[in-house]
């Protein structure tokens, strides 16, 4: 059975990180569309952009709590607390590895949560195997807001 790829929100205000993560999703043999924004409501105007039910792609969100204006807790929140996109699997990826930040974002629907390891290496293989696991994840269809 086919089923459409998902296109994979990467959103990171960090440019080098987002490069590297796009790099190691690469390598392992992701080839959905990656689309890279860095800030929180860059991300909720491309969620909630009016769009053609036919135009909706699957999507999943690999999101950075730590950005500018709009935090990846907003955005979580936002997306988690409407029907229409609360269904959509969201990846936290960010250097916070707080237990009550951990804790705050499974309260808010986070469907995991990952801390960037410092190192290069590690944080290298650790985008490697989150690229094996996307592989396999299944997602909604059509979860966008119009």
């Known amino acids: 059975m086919h ?14 990180h987002a490069c590297l993560i796009e790099k190691n999703l690469r390598r392992s043999n992701i080839d959905s569309e990656i689309v890279k924004l860095s800030d929180g409501q860059q991300t909720l105007d491309y969620l909630f952009a009016p769009a053609k039910a036919a135009e909706r792609p699957r999507i999943v969100v690999i999101l950075d709590l730590n950005m500018p204006g709009l935090s990846g807790y907003q955005v979580l929140q936002r997306l988690k607390s409407n029907p229409r996109t609360q269904s959509i699997p969201v990846i936290v990826l960010t250097t916070t ?18 801390t960037k390891p410092v190192d290069y290496e590690q944080f290298s293989e650790m985008i490697r195997r989150l690229g094996l696991f996307l592989m396999m994840l299944h997602t909604p269809e059509g979860l966008y807001c119009e």
């Open 3 to 16: 089923r459409p790829k998902a296109v994979i929100l990467l959103v990171e205000d960090d440019p080098g």
């Open 97 to 114: 590895d707080d237990s009550a930040e951990v804790k705050r974002c499974y309260e808010l629907g986070c469907n995991a949560y990952i």
